[in-house]
């Protein structure tokens, strides 16, 4: 069975750009989270989805990230346009109901 | 913010078992309490969790107080491959993990 994948790897753009980072959670997992580590901190959650609906946002830093997860599938986490401090690791989890939730290598996204 | 304390870090010598803490003294009676850790730069691996009694898995041991107000992580034989950060976290339903800081442990050959 497939973990939960998430594209790319790595990705390195200019301040002001857009990025959009992918999540492909397990298959079957209705609960699909995003996470950050910023350099040196903690790892800090962003946004929860049950299935399409967006459960908990109270993690997004600010109205230039957007997530979509439609059709309940796969998801995307925009950021638009891209500031220094959005540079970190960014994380993507999915859990089936009410047990432990697995997560993707992450996204390395470095803003010049 | 996590709900609970880890120490910062620890050493344990390889082939050992690890024993590591937690504290997690606000816990409620519907939580649970869940171990994760980080190798290097991965993204966070599942370990054990448990909510009342004794857990153990493939991969580790898990034993929670009778109050449910501390618990400890034992992976009995540590290997090199078992050096990361640790978090134990406290989680109601299918909420999103918490992480702190974790513990950082060091296995020594």
């Known amino acids: 069975e497939a973990g939960v994948t998430q594209f790319p790897s790595h990705s390195v753009i200019e301040k002001g750009q857009t990025v959009t980072l992918r999540c492909d959670p397990i298959?079957?997992?209705?609960?699909l989270y995003w996470y950050r580590r910023v350099m040196g901190k903690e790892i800090k959650f962003l946004l929860h989805f049950v299935k399409e609906s967006k459960q908990d946002e109270s993690g997004m830093p600010n109205n230039r990230f957007l997530a979509e997860r439609t059709g309940g599938t796969y998801s995307t986490l925009k950021v638009q346009p891209a500031e220094l401090e959005d540079s970190g690791v960014y994380f993507c989890?999915?859990?089936?109901?009410?047990?432990?939730?697995?997560f993707g290598q992450g996204t390395r996204l470095t803003v010049v | 913010d996590a709900k609970t304390t880890q120490p910062p870090s620890m050493d344990c010598a390889e082939g050992r078992a690890a024993n590591l803490p937690c504290n997690h003294s606000?816990?409620?009676?519907?939580?649970?309490v869940y171990w994760y850790r980080q190798i290097h730069s991965q993204g966070p691996q599942y370990i054990i969790h448990g909510l009342k009694n004794n857990e153990t898995n493939e991969m580790a041991s898990l034993i929670i107080t009778e109050d449910r107000k501390s618990s400890t992580l034992i992976l009995p034989h540590a290997t090199l491959r078992d050096t990361a950060v640790y978090y134990c976290?406290?989680?109601?339903?299918?909420?999103?993990?918490?992480f702190g800081k974790g513990t950082r442990l060091s296995v020594i050959a």
């Open positions: 976290i406290v989680r109601l339903g299918n909420t999103p993990l918490v």
């Open positions: 606000t816990i409620s009676g519907n939580e649970y």
């Open positions: 298959s079957g997992h209705d609960n």
């Open positions: 989890a999915s859990s089936p109901l009410l047990t432990e939730a697995f």
